[in-house]
């Protein structure tokens, strides 16, 4: 599957972006990959100087990626699929991140996964809701929209 360089240039694809089309001012010459183990993945700077860090994650079916890839290496295979959502986003909620900077949640979907925007929304949101967890705001950037689910 993917090597943490191709994960960390498609987490930097995905958040510039994002940052075009989200309502942040971010100054996207600021925009920086960080690599730091319990580091967020961006740190930005928005017009009015402050400095924000945001943590990525894909909201991917497992099944769907493997359906993919061998679909691109010419194999055909079945596909059984649910919603990841609940799953993926837990993880994320219960860590920590070493940063003096607010930290921000962006999920994304990039084609892995056939879970409507809306349901992904209403999953971030229940459980952004359930969770005290590290994040000042939880972003979903979705097929159709870039959406602010949860504000602390």
Same mark, same amino acid.
């Not at 996207?28 to 700077?45: F, M, V, W, Y």
């Not at 079916?61 to 059984?80: E, F, I, Y």
């Given at each position: 599957?993917?090597?943490?360089?191709?994960?960390?240039?498609?987490?930097?694809?995905?958040?510039?972006?994002?940052?075009?089309?989200?309502?942040?001012?971010?100054?996207?010459?600021?925009?920086?990959?960080?690599?730091?183990?319990?580091?967020?993945?961006?740190?930005?700077?928005?017009? %009015? #100087?402050?400095?924000? !860090?945001?943590?990525?994650?894909?909201?991917?079916?497992?099944? @769907?990626?493997?359906? /993919? $890839? &061998?679909?691109? %290496? #010419?194999?055909?295979? !079945?596909?059984?699929?649910?919603?990841?959502?609940?799953?993926? @986003?837990?993880?994320? /909620? $219960? &860590?920590?991140?070493?940063?003096?900077?607010?930290?921000?949640?962006?999920?994304y979907t990039n084609g892995r996964v @056939?879970?409507?925007?809306?349901a992904v929304r209403e999953q971030l949101?229940?459980?952004?809701?359930?969770?005290?967890?590290?994040?000042?705001r939880v972003w979903f950037f979705g097929?159709?929209?870039?959406?602010?689910?949860?504000?602390?």
């Amino acid at each position: 599957m993917a090597t943490e360089k191709h994960k960390g240039e498609t987490e930097l694809a995905v958040f510039r972006e994002f940052a075009s089309r989200c309502p942040l001012p971010i100054d996207a010459s600021s925009i920086q990959k960080r690599e730091g183990e319990s580091e967020p993945d961006i740190l930005c700077q928005l017009t %009015s #100087g402050e400095v924000i !860090a945001f943590e990525l994650v894909e909201i991917c079916d497992p099944d @769907v990626a493997r359906s /993919l $890839h &061998k679909a691109q %290496s #010419g194999s055909s295979a !079945a596909l059984w699929t649910s919603d990841p959502t609940a799953t993926i @986003v837990r993880k994320k /909620l $219960h &860590k920590t991140y070493r940063t003096p900077r607010p930290v921000e949640l962006l999920c994304y979907t990039n084609g892995r996964v @056939v879970t409507p925007d809306e349901a992904v929304r209403e999953q971030l949101l229940c459980w952004a809701n359930a969770v005290d967890g590290p994040f000042r705001r939880v972003w979903f950037f979705g097929e159709h929209a870039v959406y602010q689910v949860w504000d602390a």
